[in-house]
């Protein structure tokens, strides 16, 4: 417990700015991609996203001047409680998204709809970096482990019985680079690894049916070109069109066959206005977005520190990689937005909200003179 703490000005001075830069300049991107697509979806969706940005700046800087530590060690156990009330709440009254996933609620009276499996990401990586924590020096005893596959268990099951495998996947990264980070023997991972092979000719008929077909057709959309096929290779196609320098802000019409291009699809925009050297000065701001988490963690002052900042390196990585492969009909296509660029209130707020939280682990990663903690 801290008994002296640092001038709100100091704190500020402590703000990652290649973190917040990079956000700022891949939100940019996104909406002005919106603002050049506006022909076609309006000028609302530019609106709300710019709205959300902004609000999520404040966010940022207001949770940046609270100790990520406190977070963690007072609210761990509401927010797990809170993801899983959420989680289970949206399997009794959630409505049916775009590609099938019992994933949204919609606010009564309002046009919004949210999506808590966004926000829970963020919960996950502080509950789960909490007991992390907790289990320090034990973390290899196989009843830790247990503890630790029972905590994210519950809130993947959850995502997975509401059909939505895309999200699934990117909370099992999350703790998988968790749990490396935090030393886990690999043996584990192997033994995980194994079982994966050995159980899968029996998980695999347990899949719905389109989910089976969007996972084969994934890796393969030529299989049903006209049907689930049809959005990757559309995208590939606007990606293609956009040739090295893209075809301007105003030009363009390729992404316009692409469903739901705004969102999950928002790099056929980007590619065929902006070109190659769009989608690539794209890439290098995630990559440089991703280093800056990564070297975060590796001087976070606290262990809570560096695996939260590792279990949002791991969400970045594994969420670019998938949306990267699905807009260039590589990956199956699973409902994965393209982090601050993709069109989405809930996206774009839990994702300045976990930026918030990485600004927290900067702002207090000094041990300030008369500063004292209870060991």
């Known amino acids: 417990m801290r008994v002296f703490a640092t001038s709100l000005k100091d704190r500020l001075k402590q703000l990652d700015f290649i973190i917040l830069g990079c956000v700022l300049a891949l939100s940019l991107i996104g909406i002005v991609a919106l603002w050049g697509a506006r022909s076609v979806y309006g000028v609302k969706y530019v ?27 007072k609210l761990a156990i509401p927010l797990f409680i809170a993801a899983v009330a959420a989680l289970a709440l949206t399997l009794v009254i959630g409505s049916v998204g775009d590609y099938g996933s019992k994933s949204w609620i919609k606010i009564p009276g309002l046009p919004v709809n949210i999506q808590p499996s966004e926000f829970i990401k963020l919960f996950l990586i502080l509950t789960f970096a909490k007991h992390l924590e907790l289990l320090r020096g034990k973390l290899n005893r196989p009843l830790s482990v ?44 192997f033994l995980g690894g194994g079982a994966v092979l050995i159980l899968f000719p029996y998980l695999w008929p347990k899949l719905n049916l389109y989910q089976r077909e969007r996972i084969l057709v994934g890796f393969n959309p030529e299989m049903d070109p006209t049907g689930k096929g049809l959005q990757p290779l559309m995208s ?8 090295l320098f893209g075809r301007g802000l105003e030009g363009g019409g390729a992404y316009e066959d692409v469903p739901f291009a705004h969102t999950d699809f928002i790099l056929s925009i980007i590619g065929e206005k902006f070109g190659f050297l769009g989608c690539i000065l794209v890439i290098a ?37 998938e949306n990267v492969g699905m807009a260039l009909a590589m990956l199956p296509v699973v409902g994965i937005t393209l982090p601050f660029l993709s069109y989405g209130g809930s996206s774009v707020l839990s994702l300045y909200l976990t930026v918030g939280v990485l600004e927290s682990i900067c702002t207090h990663r000094k041990k300030y003179h008369f500063e004292r903690e209870e060991t």
Do not use: E, P
């Open 236 to 243: 590939r196609r606007a990606i293609v069109a956009g040739g």
């Open 285 to 321: 701001l995630f990559l440089v977005l991703i280093a800056r988490i990564i070297y975060v963690a590796m001087k976070a002052r606290k262990d809570c520190g560096a695996y939260i900042a590792t279990g949002i390196a791991a969400l970045l990585i594994a969420q670019v990689t």
């Open 47 to 73: 609106v709300i996203q710019s709205v959300a940005t902004l609000i999520g700046l404040v966010f940022v800087f207001v949770i940046a001047n609270l100790d990520y530590q406190d977070i963690c060690d």
């Open 146 to 189: 247990l503890r630790l596959a029972l905590h994210a268990g519950v809130l993947v099951g959850l995502v997975v019985l509401q059909g939505d495998l895309g999200t699934a996947l990117v909370y099992i990264c999350i703790v998988l680079a968790m749990l490396f980070a935090a030393g886990l023997n690999l043996w584990y991972f």
